[in-house]
Nanobody
Framework: VQLQASGGGSVQAGESLRLSCTAS????????MGWYRRFPGKERELVAT???????NYQDSVKGRFTISRDNAKKTVYLQMNSLEPEDSAVYFC??????????????WGKGTLVTVSS
């Protein structure tokens, strides 16, 4: 199983970016997909997650600005980031809680994608 992310880049404050992440490999089900981020010298923190039942969870600082969505058929999760702030500058990681078979579930991570927001 692999997670391939794309969509990072450099923008000005107030602008938008959309991150995408697609899972590939032998997958039975993906209960949860989402995004984390890491600031320099800090631990990775949750940005948003979305269950395959539609349940979403957001970090307070991104509520109202970021929207997570997923296309289950494409095994893809998206993060629409609007009204970006310099404080959102970080490396963003795609996450998936993935079941390769009905009885087993593992955590998978994509390679980080850098988001830089200039003031």
């Amino acid at each position: 199983v692999q997670l391939q992310a794309s969509g990072g880049g450099s923008v000005q404050a107030g602008e938008s970016l959309r991150l995408s992440c697609t899972a590939s490999g032998y997958i039975f089900r993906i209960p949860t997909m989402g995004w984390y981020r890491r600031f320099p010298g800090k631990e990775r923190e949750l940005v948003a997650t979305l269950g395959d039942d539609g349940s979403a969870n957001y970090q307070d600082s991104v509520k109202g600005r970021f929207t997570i969505s997923r296309d289950n058929a494409k095994k893809t999760v998206y993060l629409q980031m609007n009204s970006l702030e310099p404080e959102d500058s970080a490396v963003y990681f795609c996450y998936g809680a993935i079941r390769p078979s009905p009885n087993y579930e593992y955590d998978y991570w994509g390679k980080g994608t850098l988001v830089t927001v200039s003031s």
